[in-house]
């Protein structure tokens, strides 16, 4: 079975100033990894470097056997679902309208949901129990609440990749046990 996420010799970082290097590893479908250390180590700098949001500053990363570099938005969409630390500036969005957006990399170029996208969307929302905030303006939601529906943004990408960044933060122990068995399950 190939590895859906490689990164050979890669080093990250910006640009002046080079973060961690020698980084090699393979995963394979229903691996789940976690990322410990201190604060200020390069977490969050690796995660986004294997998202695509920062270049890599030596070495290889790949996609489903594909050069990370080479795809495109949409097909990097597809496969890869990213839910980090900032909070997203949502203006008026609703709780579906934000946990929606998971799903335009599979729309055609009008972007519009059929109906079995927005079952999806829904059928995300519910499993992070973000449905009661459905139809809640995300500018309301708390911080935990607005979580969640970046969680369900992106497992409505239905992608075979999730790339998590301090996703349990603002959720209480509970939810935390919850969302750790839903991995689990998916």
Request: proline share 5%; hydrophobic share 50%.
């Given at each position: 079975?190939?590895?859906i996420?490689?990164m050979?010799?890669?080093?990250?970082?910006?640009p002046?100033?080079?973060?961690?290097?020698?980084?090699?590893l393979?995963l394979?479908?229903?691996d789940?990894?976690?990322?410990?250390?201190p604060?200020?180590?390069?977490k969050t700098?690796?995660?986004?470097?294997?998202?695509g949001?920062?270049?890599?500053?030596?070495?290889?990363?790949?996609?489903?056997?594909d050069?990370?570099?080479a795809l495109?938005?949409?097909e990097k969409?597809?496969?890869?679902?990213?839910?980090?630390?900032?909070?997203?500036?949502?203006?008026?969005?609703s709780?579906?309208?934000?946990?929606?957006?998971?799903?335009?990399?599979?729309t055609?170029?009008?972007?519009?949901?059929?109906?079995?996208?927005?079952?999806?969307v829904?059928?995300?929302?519910?499993?992070?129990?973000?449905?009661p905030?459905?139809?809640?303006p995300?500018?309301?939601?708390?911080?935990?609440e607005?979580?969640r529906?970046m969680?369900a943004?992106?497992?409505?990408q239905?992608?075979?990749?999730?790339l998590?960044?301090?996703?349990?933060s603002?959720?209480?122990?509970?939810?935390?046990?919850?969302?750790?068995?839903?991995?689990g399950?998916?």
């Open positions: 079975m190939s590895a996420l490689a050979e010799a890669l080093a990250i970082g910006y002046g100033r080079i973060v961690a290097e020698h980084l090699t393979a394979s479908p229903g789940v990894v976690a990322l410990i250390g604060n200020g180590t390069g700098t690796l995660l986004r470097t294997l998202a949001l920062l270049p890599p500053l030596g070495g290889s990363i790949t996609l489903g056997g050069r990370l570099d495109s938005a949409r969409a597809r496969q890869l679902g990213v839910v980090l630390t900032e909070r997203p500036e949502t203006g008026y969005l709780g579906f309208d934000l946990a929606a957006a998971g799903r335009y990399p599979h055609g170029w009008r972007g519009r949901l059929l109906p079995e996208d927005v079952a999806i829904d059928e995300a929302l519910a499993l992070v129990g973000a449905a905030f459905r139809d809640r995300v500018a309301n939601l708390s911080d935990g607005r979580q529906v969680v943004r992106a497992l409505a239905q992608p075979r990749l999730l998590l960044d301090e996703v349990t603002f959720l209480d122990v509970p939810r935390r046990v919850a969302f750790f068995a839903l991995l399950e998916l």
